[in-house]
C-alpha cells in the first residue's frame, strides 16, 4: 500500500518554514552557505537557496557533496557505484553550512557528510536540515530542521518525490510488506 504524505502545496510550504527556520537561526543569510547531499538533497537545496533569495534578496552559495566516497558500507556493494561528484567552488573555512538531504533514516548518510566536509575544510558550524525524519537512528544525529517528522516503521520505505526527476513533487509512504503495492 502506498500513501501520500505530503503533496504538492506542502511540499512548497515545507520549503518555505524551513528556509525561514533556517534564517531566523542564523540571523539572516550572512554566513550562511547551502550543500545537498546528491540526490535529491541537490534540488532541496536548490530551491531552499531560492527561497532564501527570495527573501533576503542575497544570493546563497550552494555545493553539491556525492558522499559515495565515504560510506562505510563501501565494501558490501556488490555493484560498481555510481560517482556523481563533489561540486563545491567556495571556502567551507568559518562559513554556518546548511547541510540538506531528502530523508534522515539511520544517520549514515550524513555522517558520510560530515567526514567528507570536515575533509574539505573546517566551518563555523554545520547545521542539518531534512524534509522528512523517519526515525531509526543507528548513529547518534539529529536534524536541526525537520520538514515533517514521520515516524516509520521498518518494512515501509519513504520516497520523496521531486519535479526536477519525478513527475511530480510529493512525498510518499509505501508498505514493504507482501501484498502491499
Known amino acids: 500500500m502506498t500513501r501520500k504524505i505530503i503533496d504538492e502545496i506542502g511540499f512548497g510550504r515545507t520549503l518555505t518554514r524551513l528556509a525561514h527556520e533556517i534564517l531566523e537561526r542564523n540571523k539572516g543569510a550572512g554566513n550562511i552557505a547551502i550543500i545537498g547531499i ?45 560517482l556523481k561528484g563533489t561540486e563545491i567552488d567556495f571556502d567551507l573555512n568559518k562559513k554556518d553550512i546548511i547541510l540538506i538531504d531528502d530523508v534522515l533514516f539511520t544517520g549514515r548518510t550524513v555522517r558520510a557528510a560530515l567526514d567528507e566536509l570536515t575533509d574539505l575544510g573546517r566551518p563555523a558550524s554545520i547545521q542539518l536540515a531534512v524534509l522528512i525524519d523517519r526515525g531509526h537512528r543507528e548513529l547518534p544525529i539529529r536534524a536541526d530542521f525537520v520538514g515533517k517528522n514521520l515516524p516509520t516503521s521498518l518494512d515501509e520505505e519513504v520516497k520523496v518525490l521531486m519535479k526536477e526527476i519525478d513527475p511530480e513533487d510529493s512525498v510518499v509512504l509505501k508498505s514493504l510488506k507482501e501484498g502491499g503495492n
Do not use: N, V
Open 38 to 82: 546528491r540526490t535529491r538533497g541537490e534540488y532541496l537545496a536548490k530551491r531552499i537557496a531560492d527561497i532564501i533569495f527570495s527573501i533576503e534578496k542575497k544570493e546563497i552559495k550552494i555545493g553539491l557533496l556525492d558522499i559515495t566516497l565515504y560510506r562505510d558500507d563501501l565494501k558490501e556493494i556488490q555493484y560498481q557505484p555510481l
